[in-house]
């Protein structure tokens, strides 16, 4: 018995949130891929050689109370390579005092746990210390799940209990501003309420500290690359994502080197990688979720010196702008008796932006200050790490701002620390946020269809065939299966017979080198079916219809048919010949994905107000919209009645396929009327409309005949990557012709794309080259007479835009044919297919 596929995954992004989401989907079993744009796993939890010490980029703590950190740390094996306190103990120390206080737990259940320690807390006056009680309480009664609460600050709650500023910054900050890394003035009270409750006030061994003993790369990064790998998992360094596409049949993603159609997805990024990679608008959150979200900085100190001058693992700082001093000459593997001493600063808004030299001089004296025995020794290395992004801003009202794991897109998750995890910005949140992304996925695969991932919303809708077979038309209700047949007229059966190859095994419809004859069996086999689908129509429909399709004038007197490339019929028909069947048995499909090629083309024509198409008249031009709009209708039901009424098996898959197909298709064509209103337009975000408006249907051409004829999966797979790599190439040479094209060749009007100043994918990039200034400047307030049109053109030619078109659709077709190989297709379709593709690269129409 074969093994059911194994659902593949790709998760971006190897900080703590992707390792955790990654680990737990290939522990159920599904076929992980794990991309990290660095050439490491372990994201802000990283560490580095600095001549033969390891430094990490910022000293991390945890809490006894981060038991998911803790669970990943034993799923790797490493929690021996970390130390957790029996008892929480905290050395404080203070610029302005040589005396030194500890912060300690006693065995008390909690709250009362800190009472004894607190009340000796000698930083504070004692009104204060008593004051701590009955606000610590009122803390554990907030409820961070409030949005009122969520709109406060910490520290105007804590001053409305009775808090005195020096309270706040010698404990309640000294605590908080480590984990929130916020002030508590700037800080949401949510969050803060999160951090004392669970880490503080729930029990009493929850505040017991922990930190690694070894470098952070090798406790995180290095031990997961092991585990993924153990459990079968690809992990994938030096792989940045440039596009994450939503696909009918899956998740498209794009790095600098390839792409690969997953059946779903973890964005495990921050929140500004994620808007570089997809607009967060189509995963249902804002476009500007990153600006709202904001940023916080963190930089650590790091000093190198001659003897020992702390005796203690760390110690805290008051009256000091020093946060956090750790110890890490053991686990930096420093020699003694040297010491390494790391100061870690949050909220280092003020300090970010300084110099290493500028750093030297602030942090310096305030460590002397700080640390007595500092006073003889001598600094042997100063330098610094800087984090500017280190977490989002704790800031009031972030709570509503971070997403769920679930997006609006079933099969793609959202991991990371700045995720909805009730959470600030830890460890503990990232490991968290990794497992809510694989409970998403795992949730998909519990029901059972990995197909149904990107098409239904919810599992009680109507699956979209079901829908429309509820309001086909009167015509499909007999018997389906006669239609095809009765399309079909002599010339059609003569075709199929004589397409029959000699062995009769296998029909030959394309020899490989023979281009043209492929287009004219197409139309042998596909226009009759056309003409006689368009026959079911009446009346003034059918003759607007006839006339776009070139079978008549405008008066309804026959013509010599034109027709257009057929690239879609051809590429279907090609596309049944590659999975072993009757091209004749995909004719239907062809006809389908023909008739939604010209209902968009017409609704096309209509919104760019192009007048010529194939040399003729467009249909609104000739008559009016409102008959352009209802002729392109038309063939759109036409299209969904052909394919339904196919006798094969798979007929109600392959309608829903051509359905999700038309609804990317209209989804494409929004977001390109959408561009025309942006100032910006990214090339991604161009990129993505593009697979959406033109490479949704030609990769349906070539998917629907083998879902049509019941294909295996991996056959499926490469004609549909086959149909994706062409159908980006198709569109870049295209909006080459519309800047460049020769209007008597192709049939348009000249320069038409820039007449209407559209983001095309060669002028997003243009704009994005360093030499654009002029032409952005002719976007935003350029006029499109003829003159400036051809100057324009001539200056996107001078930036390189007409090159990078060939070379993009050179690499797309490239992808295209190589996908074709090893899907055990047959050859001569193969062949074929490869003709096509370099066809659609070539070609000056
Ligand atoms: C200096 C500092 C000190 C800290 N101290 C503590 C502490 O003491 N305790 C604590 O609990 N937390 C601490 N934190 C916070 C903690 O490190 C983070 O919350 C957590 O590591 C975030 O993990 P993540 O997986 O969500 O994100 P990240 O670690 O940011 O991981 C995201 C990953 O995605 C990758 N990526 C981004 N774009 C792409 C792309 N296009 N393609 C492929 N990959 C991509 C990145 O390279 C990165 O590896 C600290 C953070 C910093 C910076």
């Known amino acids: 018995m074969t093994q059911p596929q194994r659902a593949s995954v790709c998760v971006v992004g190897g900080g703590l949130a992707g390792i955790t989401a990654a680990l737990e989907l290939a522990d159920a079993g599904l076929e992980v891929t794990l991309l990290e744009s660095r050439a490491r796993l372990g994201g802000l939890t990283h560490s580095f050689r600095r001549g033969e010490m390891w430094v990490d980029g910022g000293q991390h703590a945890f809490l006894r109370c981060c038991t998911s950190y803790i669970g990943l740390l034993d799923r790797l094996g490493v929690r021996h390579l970390t130390y957790l306190q029996d008892r929480l103990e905290v050395p404080i120390a203070s610029e302005a005092s040589d005396r030194r206080t500890v912060l300690r737990r006693n065995n008390l259940p909690a709250p009362l746990h800190l009472s004894g320690s607190l009340l000796r807390h000698s930083w504070m006056p004692l009104q204060q210390r008593l004051r701590v009680g009955p606000i610590a309480l009122a803390l554990g009664r907030v409820d961070p799940a409030d949005p009122a609460v969520d709109a406060q600050t910490f520290g105007g709650w804590l001053r409305s209990k009775g808090a005195s500023d ?28 999160t951090v004392f409750q669970l880490g503080m006030l729930a029990d009493k061994g929850a505040s017991d500290l922990g930190w690694a003993r070894v470098p952070l790369q090798q406790l995180h990064g290095d031990a997961a690359e092991r585990a993924l790998a153990a459990a079968g998992s690809a992990v994938r360094l030096r792989s940045k994502v440039s596009a994450v596409l939503r696909e009918r049949t899956g998740v498209r993603v794009v790095t600098d080197l390839d792409e690969q159609v997953y059946d779903a997805a973890v964005l495990a990024v921050p929140p500004a990688a994620l808007s570089r990679v997809i607009d967060p608008a189509s995963l249902g959150l804002p476009t500007d979720l990153a600006e709202r979200l904001g940023v ?52 280092a808004d003020d300090l970010i932006g300084l110099t290493n030299a500028q750093l030297r001089e602030w942090a310096l004296p305030h460590l002397r ?40 897109v079933p099969n793609i998750a959202l991991a990371g620390a700045w995720t909805a995890t009730g959470w600030p910005a830890t460890m503990e949140g990232a490991v ?30 109507p699956a979209p065939h079901e829908v429309l077979l509820r309001f086909a038309p009167p015509i499909l209700r007999g018997d389906p299966a006669a239609l095809p047949q009765s399309l079909l007229d002599p010339h059609t059966a003569l075709a199929r017979r004589s397409t ?45 219809v006839a006339y776009h399709l070139g079978f008549v004038d405008t008066q309804g007197n026959p013509v010599r048919e034109d027709g257009g490339k057929k690239l879609r019929p051809m590429l279907a028909l090609l596309g049944a010949q590659a999975v072993g069947a009757d091209p004749a048995h995909a004719v239907s499909g062809a006809v389908a994905v023909e008739l939604v090629h010209n209902f968009s083309l017409v609704h096309d024509d209509i919104m760019d107000r192009d007048r010529t198409r194939r040399h003729r008249e467009t249909v609104w031009s000739v008559w009016d919209d409102a008959t352009a709009i209802l002729a392109g209708d038309a063939m759109h039901a036409l299209a969904v009645e052909t394919v339904l009424a196919d006798p094969s098996a798979h007929a109600a898959e392959a309608g829903h396929l051509l359905a999700a197909t038309t609804r990317e298709l209209i989804r494409g064509q929004v977001l390109d009327m959408d561009f025309e209103q942006r100032e910006q337009v990214s090339l991604t975000e161009c990129h993505a409309m593009a697979a959406a408006k033109t490479g ?55 320069h038409s794309d820039l007449r209407a100043k559209k983001r095309s994918l060669p002028i997003c990039w243009a704009l994005e080259q360093p030499g654009a200034a002029e032409l952005r400047q002719w976007f935003a307030t350029g006029e499109t007479t003829d003159a400036e049109l ?7 030619d001078r930036l390189g835009a007409k090159d990078w078109c060939r070379s993009s659709a050179d690499a797309a077709i490239g992808r295209a044919v190589s996908a074709l190989h090893g899907a055990d297709l047959d050859e001569a379709a193969v062949t074929g297919l490869t003709e096509v593709a370099h066809f659609v690269a070539g070609r000056n129409t």
């Open 166 to 193: 020096r309270s706040i910054e010698v404990l309640w900050e000294l605590i908080g501003k480590a984990t929130l890394n916020a002030d508590a003035d700037h800080c949401s009270l949510a969050l803060a309420a």
């Open 369 to 408: 200050a700080l640390l007595p025995r500092m006073a003889d020794a001598e600094v042997l290395d100063f330098f610094v790490t800087r984090e500017p992004e280190a977490t989002f801003r704790a800031a009031p009202g972030s709570a509503r701002l971070r997403p769920p794991a679930r997006t609006a």
């Open 500 to 544: 029959r190859s000699p062995s009769g095994t296998r029909p030959a419809y394309v020899s490989p080198d023979q281009l043209g004859r492929a287009q004219d069996l197409t139309r042998a086999l596909v226009t009759p079916a056309l003409r006689k689908a368009v026959d079911t129509l009446a009346g003034l429909e059918h003759l607007v």
């Open 296 to 347: 916080s900085p963190i930089i650590n100190v790091h000093v190198v010196l001659d003897r020992p001058v702390v005796d203690t693992e760390f110690v805290a700082a008051v009256d000091s702008p020093l946060q956090w001093v750790f110890d890490r000459t053991a686990a930096a593997g420093v020699p003694g008796p040297q010491q390494y001493l790391a100061v870690s600063v949050s909220a």
């Open 696 to 750: 949704a249907l030609i990769t349906c051409s070539t998917e629907l005949p083998a879902v049509l004829t019941g294909a295996r999966r991996e056959q499926r797979s490469a004609l549909a990557t086959y149909g994706r790599g062409i159908g980006l190439a198709f569109q870049v040479v295209d909006d080459l012709l519309g800047i460049w094209g020769d209007p008597d060749v192709t049939g348009k009007s000249n």
């Open 790 to 796: 051809v100057r324009i053109a001539t200056e996107l």
């Open 432 to 461: 968290l946020s990794g497992h809510s992304a694989a409970e998403v996925v795992l949730a998909l695969e519990s029901t059972g269809s990995r197909y149904t991932w990107s098409r239904y919303e919810t599992s009680s809708a």
